[in-house]
């Protein structure tokens, strides 16, 4: 029996982990073009980044993060609910102590229940005013900001470590998967290799 040809499943299963690790490097490596024997070798990543930054863009502003969604979120009752008992001291702060400072006179008609009066059409109104508001201000506020450029220009300005290192931490386990994987299908190959060896010998 041929001992050297269990060698074979081990030299399958390095090349298998090899092919697919190189194969990950080559996702982020070289940063910059390299002409080699005549062919130009670039990172798939730094290569495709200006596309990358672009799609990433689209889908964040078409699909992630949509103004409608947020003014419909930030204009809802119960955030303005929430709000109440810090607005309620606010205005009780400023009937009480303010109204009092900036006009003496008129303070000294205004008791505790006219003040109460006075909070609850206040915090009525605002009920009404704040769920229109807040949708105004998010209409005018996409106007002015465009998410879409925002994003395609931050991910551009990237440097190609960084992206790498944004990449690898979301990914990490994945590539790892895919270099074991790699050995193990050598290993498998090369056990068939022996197997061919031996039905054919």
């Not at 900036?102 to 009525?124: A, D, R, W």
């Not at 990914?171 to 090369?190: H, K, N, Q, S, T």
């Amino acid at each position: 029996m041929n001992y050297w040809l269990f060698l074979i499943p081990l030299i399958s299963a390095f090349i298998g982990w090899f092919t697919n690790w190189i194969a990950i490097k080559m996702l982020f490596h070289p940063r910059e073009p390299k002409r080699i024997l005549g062919i130009t070798i670039q990172g798939i990543f730094p290569k495709r980044q200006a596309q990358f930054a672009e799609k990433l863009g689209k889908l964040v502003s078409d699909e992630l993060l949509s103004f409608k969604d947020i003014a419909h979120k930030i204009s809802n009752p119960e955030n303005l609910d929430q709000l109440l008992p810090f607005i309620d001291a606010h205005i009780d702060r400023f009937l009480k102590e303010k109204l009092k400072e900036s006009m003496p006179m008129i303070s000294m008609f205004i008791g505790e229940k006219t003040i109460n009066q006075l909070k609850s059409v206040f915090l009525e109104e605002l009920r009404d005013l704040f769920p229109t508001l807040m949708e105004q201000y998010m209409t005018r506020l996409q106007d002015q900001l465009d998410l879409e450029k925002i994003v395609v220009e931050k991910v551009k300005g990237f440097s190609s470590d960084k992206l790498e290192d944004i990449l690898q931490n979301i990914m990490a386990r994945e590539f790892r998967f895919v270099e074991i994987i790699g050995g193990v299908l050598g290993f498998l190959i090369g056990l068939v290799q022996i197997a061919i060896t031996y039905l054919t010998a």
